[in-house]
C-alpha cells in the first residue's frame, strides 16, 4: 500500500505532454535517478495537481514542488517561492484548474496543518502541445535539481535524505522525450 | 534567484470562455469557447499502440484515467481483444471509485458555492444548524460544538483574509437563498469532503499502482494480479479487505452527508428545476460492462439516446454516426468548413483566425472555438451523469427508475424536472449514490475469482504485433464523470497513424456547427436570469452544472455589445 505519511515529499507538478509545462514532473524523474538521493525519498509525479494530491502530501510537514511557473521573465530562469508567498499573492485562478496555492488553502483546511511549503520553478518557452523540452528549459532542468537537492539539504541538514557525497558513478542522461512513461 | 509573487501561478493550460448576451434581465443567447486537447495525435502519431494509453492520460489533468482506459479500450477493438473478467471487474472498480469521487469533488468544491454563502454562514446560530443537520441525516458529526468549531475555522480565514479556495465566490448575492444555518451545514460538509476524497482514493492508489496517473493499465488487461497467497501481490485477501472498507465507509457519507445535502439545497432552489434546460438531447455510450464490452446490452448503464425531450422511446447509438464540424472552431478541413468528419477520418489542422488577445469580443460569427462542435446524426447532444441516468430511465433500468422517481416524488415534480440545472446535479448525485451500492458487490466478485482459484488478468494473445493485422481501427469509448469520451485509433503497420479524442467537454461545451445549432452550454443558457450583469452567478450555476473540466471565464454582454460583466469561476 502506499504509503501516505511522509516528513518530506517533493512534489513534481506539470503536463508532460504540453512541453514545458511538464518541466516539474521531468525535474522530479531526474531526482527520482539522483544517485545523492537516499532511496525512500518521496517523490510524486503530481501531474497536474487537483485534490487527489491530497491524501498524499497533507501529512507532510515539509512539501517542496517542482513546477512551471509564469514569472514573465527569461526562458529557464528559476525561481524560488514560498507557501507563504503564494497566500498573500493575488494568485486566484480558479477551482477548476487547482493552482498550488488552492492546494496549501486545503491543506490548512483539511488537517488544520501549516505544512513548510517552497515551490522551485522554472519559467517555460512554451507550452504547446509536445513531449519535449524546449532548449532553454531543458538546460534548467540540471539547475531545478541541484535546487531541490539544496532546499533537501536545508531542511535536513544532517542529511537523513541525502547521500554524503555524490557517487562517482556516471550519472544517467536526463531524458527528454520519453518512449516509456514511468 | 530572484524571489517574486506572480499570478497566475503555474497551470498555463486553456480555460472555457462564455459570452452571454443579457436583455431584460435574462440572458438572449450565448456562446462557449474553449481551448483543450486539439493535439493528442500529433503526441501518439507513430507510436506503439499499447502506449497510446500512458501518452492519453495526460490530456486530462483532473481525470487522468478516463483517458487510459479508453485508449486502450480502443486499441483492444482494432485488434479484437478480449479481456478476462478479473480485468473488466478491475476496471469498472477503478471507473466507479473515479465517478464517485469526481461527483463528490464537484459537488462540493466546484459547484456548491454557485448555491452556498460562506460569508453568511458566519451568521448561523450553531445550535440551529445542529437541530437542522439532525432533521436531515443521522450522520453523527452534528453537534452544536462541531458546527461552532467549523464556525470559527472559517472565520480565521475569512480574518487572515486567506479564504484562497473561497475566493471567487459572489458573498451576499441576492440569488443565493440559503439561511444561514444552511449555509454553515454545507460549509462544514464542504470540509468533510476535502476529508472524504483524501480517503476514498486510496482504492486507485491500491488498484491503479499510484495516483494521478494509474499504472496498471495494459492493452488486454491489467497488471494488478491477483494471488491469494501472496502479501506483496498487487491484489490478495488482505488489499481486497481494505479497498471494501473505503468502499463501504464513502458509500455511508453518500447516503448520510451527500445525497441529504443536495435534497437540502435543492428546496430552497425549486426555480431552478426549471432552467438551464438546453437541447432536451442526451447521449450516453454506456457504461460498466457485466461481460464483454461488445455487447452493450450487459452494461449496467445501458447506451441509447434520447431526442428532444421524449423518455418513451431509446434511440440506438452508432459511433459511426459522430461527426465533428470545424464551422466555427480554429481548424482547416482539407474538403472545407460545412462537412463534418467522422474521427476515423479525423483532421486537425489548427488555423487561429480570432482576435489578438488582449480583446473584448470574439467575431461569433466567424470561428470562435478551439473546441469542435461533435453531432451525432447531426443533432447536438448534452453528455454526462444526466444523459446517464436519463438513457438507463427510459430503458426501465428497475433500480434507477426507482432512485429517480422517489427523488422526483419529494419535490411533487415530474421527471421532465430533470431537464434542467437542478436536475443535472440531482442526477450526478443518484448516480453516486448507485455506484456507491454497487462497488462493493464489484469488489466481492474479484474476493470470489481469487477465492476459486480464476486469476487470469491478462490477455497476452495479440501482445505482439507480430500477431497484428497490417490495418486495423477502433473505437473505445468510456463514460467519463463528465460524459461520453471516445477515442478512434488507426493502426498501421504496428504503429498509430492517426488517432482522435472526442471528449466529454467538447460534447457540452462546443460551439455551434455548419446549421448554426448551438453546443449544449450555448443551448442551456438561453432565459437564464441575471439579477447582477456585473455578478453573473446564475450563468455559472448552469455552466458549473454539467461540470465543465475547464476553467470558466464568464463575459456578460448587453445590448448594445458592452461589456457589463466579467467573472471567473
Redesign the interface.
Known amino acids: 500500500?502506499?504509503p501516505?505519511h511522509f516528513d518530506t515529499v517533493v512534489v513534481g507538478?506539470?503536463?508532460?505532454?504540453?512541453s514545458d509545462?511538464g518541466v516539474g514532473v521531468h525535474a522530479a524523474r531526474a531526482l527520482m535517478q539522483d544517485p545523492r538521493l537516499r532511496p525512500g525519498v518521496p517523490i510524486l509525479?503530481?501531474?497536474?495537481?487537483?485534490?487527489?494530491?491530497?491524501?498524499y502530501i497533507?501529512d507532510a510537514r515539509r512539501i517542496l514542488f517542482l513546477?512551471?511557473?509564469?514569472?514573465?521573465?527569461a526562458p529557464g530562469?528559476?525561481?524560488?517561492?514560498t507557501g507563504r508567498?503564494?497566500?498573500?499573492?493575488?494568485?486566484?485562478?480558479?477551482?477548476?484548474?487547482?493552482?498550488?496555492?488552492?492546494l496549501?488553502?486545503?491543506i490548512?483546511?483539511?488537517s488544520?496543518k501549516d505544512p513548510e511549503i517552497v515551490?522551485l520553478?522554472v519559467q517555460?518557452a512554451t507550452?504547446?502541445?509536445?513531449?519535449s523540452l524546449s532548449p532553454a528549459v531543458h538546460a534548467s532542468v540540471a539547475r531545478l535539481v541541484e535546487?531541490a537537492l539544496d532546499q533537501l539539504r536545508a531542511w535536513q541538514p544532517a542529511a537523513p535524505l541525502l547521500r554524503r557525497r555524490p557517487r562517482a558513478a556516471k550519472r544517467r542522461p536526463h531524458r527528454t522525450t520519453h518512449?516509456?512513461?514511468? | 534567484?530572484?524571489?517574486?509573487?506572480?499570478?497566475?501561478?503555474?497551470?498555463?493550460?486553456g480555460?472555457l470562455r462564455i459570452e452571454a448576451q443579457v436583455d431584460g434581465g435574462a440572458v438572449t443567447d450565448a456562446w462557449s469557447s474553449g481551448t483543450m486537447f486539439?493535439?493528442?495525435e500529433?503526441?501518439v502519431r507513430g507510436?506503439d499502440p499499447r502506449?497510446a494509453w500512458?501518452?492519453a492520460q495526460?490530456?486530462?489533468?483532473?481525470c487522468?484515467m478516463v483517458h487510459a482506459l479508453a485508449s486502450v479500450n480502443a486499441v483492444e477493438d482494432a485488434l479484437n481483444i478480449e479481456i478476462p473478467d478479473n480485468a473488466r471487474l478491475v476496471r469498472n472498480i477503478i471507473a466507479a471509485a473515479q465517478t464517485i469521487?469526481d461527483h463528490v469533488?464537484h459537488f462540493y468544491?466546484?459547484h456548491a458555492l454557485d448555491w452556498v454563502d460562506i460569508v453568511s454562514s458566519l451568521k448561523a446560530d450553531p445550535a440551529k444548524t445542529s437541530q437542522l443537520a439532525e432533521s436531515i441525516s443521522d450522520w453523527p458529526l452534528s453537534s452544536t460544538k462541531y458546527f461552532k468549531g467549523v464556525q470559527d475555522?472559517v472565520n480565521g480565514?475569512v480574518a487572515s483574509r486567506?479564504?484562497?479556495?473561497f475566493?471567487?465566490g459572489y458573498w451576499g448575492h441576492p440569488a443565493y437563498h440559503l439561511p444561514p444555518e444552511a449555509n454553515l451545514l454545507a460549509v462544514a460538509h464542504y470540509?468533510e469532503a476535502?476529508?472524504f476524497?483524501?480517503?476514498f482514493?486510496?482504492i486507485?492508489?491500491?488498484l491503479g499502482g499510484?495516483?494521478?496517473?494509474l499504472?496498471t493499465f495494459l492493452v488486454g488487461g491489467m497488471t494488478t494480479s491477483l494471488d491469494p497467497n501472496e502479501p506483496a501481490a498487487p491484489l490478495n485477501p488482505e488489499?481486497i479487505d481494505?479497498i471494501t472498507g473505503v468502499a463501504r465507509t464513502a458509500a455511508a457519507f453518500v447516503h448520510q452527508v451527500y445525497i441529504p445535502d443536495v435534497l437540502a439545497v435543492a428546496g430552497f432552489y425549486p426555480d431552478w428545476f426549471g432552467r438551464g434546460e438546453g437541447l432536451g438531447n442526451f447521449m450516453c455510450y454506456g457504461a460498466f460492462p457485466q461481460g464483454s464490452i461488445r455487447d452493450p446490452h450487459n452494461f449496467f448503464l445501458p447506451r441509447g439516446i434520447i431526442l428532444d425531450r421524449d423518455l418513451s422511446k431509446v434511440h440506438p447509438v452508432d459511433p459511426g454516426n459522430v461527426t465533428e464540424y470545424v464551422t466555427h472552431s480554429w481548424y482547416d478541413y482539407s474538403d472545407g468548413d460545412q462537412v463534418g468528419k467522422n474521427p476515423y477520418e479525423g483532421q486537425t489542422k489548427p488555423r487561429y483566425t480570432g482576435p489578438q488577445p488582449p480583446y473584448q469580443f470574439l467575431d461569433v460569427d466567424q470561428k470562435y472555438s478551439w473546441l469542435k462542435a461533435p453531432r451525432y446524426q447531426d443533432k447536438p447532444m448534452e453528455v454526462g451523469p444526466l444523459a446517464r441516468l436519463l438513457v438507463a430511465y427510459a430503458s426501465g433500468h428497475a433500480e434507477v427508475k426507482a432512485l429517480v422517481d422517489s427523488t422526483l416524488a419529494r419535490f411533487k415534480a415530474p421527471p421532465t424536472a430533470l431537464f434542467s440545472t437542478l436536475g443535472r446535479i440531482a442526477a450526478r448525485a443518484l448516480e453516486t449514490q448507485l455506484l456507491a451500492d454497487h462497488i462493493v458487490g464489484w469488489i466481492q466478485e474479484l474476493a470470489k475469482n481469487m477465492a476459486t482459484g480464476k486469476l487470469a488478468i491478462h490477455n497476452g494473445q495479440k501482445w505482439d504485433p507480430g500477431t497484428w493485422p497490417d490495418h486495423a481501427r477502433g473505437f473505445g469509448f468510456f463514460e467519463a464523470p463528465r460524459g461520453s469520451l471516445g477515442h478512434w485509433v488507426e493502426i498501421e503497420n504496428q504503429a498509430i497513424k492517426n488517432y482522435q479524442a472526442v471528449v466529454p467537454s467538447t460534447w457540452n461545451a462546443g460551439p455551434r456547427d455548419a446549421r448554426g445549432q448551438r453546443g449544449a452550454y450555448e443551448a442551456a443558457l438561453i432565459k437564464t436570469p441575471v439579477a447582477d450583469p456585473e455578478r453573473p452567478l446564475e450563468i455559472l450555476r448552469t455552466v458549473h452544472s454539467f461540470d465543465?473540466?475547464?476553467?470558466?471565464a464568464v463575459h456578460v454582454v448587453d445590448a448594445r455589445g458592452k461589456v457589463q460583466g466579467r467573472a471567473?469561476?
Open positions: 500500500m502506499a501516505f507538478v506539470g503536463n508532460t505532454i504540453l509545462d509525479d503530481g501531474g497536474t495537481l487537483g485534490l487527489e494530491l491530497l491524501g497533507s513546477d512551471a511557473v509564469d514569472s514573465g521573465a530562469t528559476l525561481v524560488r517561492m508567498d503564494l497566500l498573500d499573492g493575488r494568485s486566484r485562478a480558479s477551482v477548476h484548474q487547482l493552482g498550488v496555492a488552492d496549501i488553502a486545503a490548512a483546511l483539511v488544520g515551490v520553478g517555460p507550452v504547446d502541445w509536445g513531449t535546487a518512449h516509456r512513461c514511468c | 534567484m530572484p524571489r517574486v509573487v506572480v499570478d497566475p501561478v503555474t497551470r498555463i493550460e480555460h486539439r493535439g493528442i500529433l503526441i507510436r502506449e500512458i501518452w495526460r490530456i486530462c489533468g483532473v487522468t469521487q469533488v468544491h466546484l475555522r480565514l486567506q479564504l484562497s479556495l475566493g471567487a470540509l476535502l476529508r476524497q483524501r480517503e482514493i486510496r486507485h492508489a491500491v499510484k495516483n494521478p496517473h499504472q488489499r481494505f465543465p473540466c475547464l476553467a470558466c471567473r469561476g
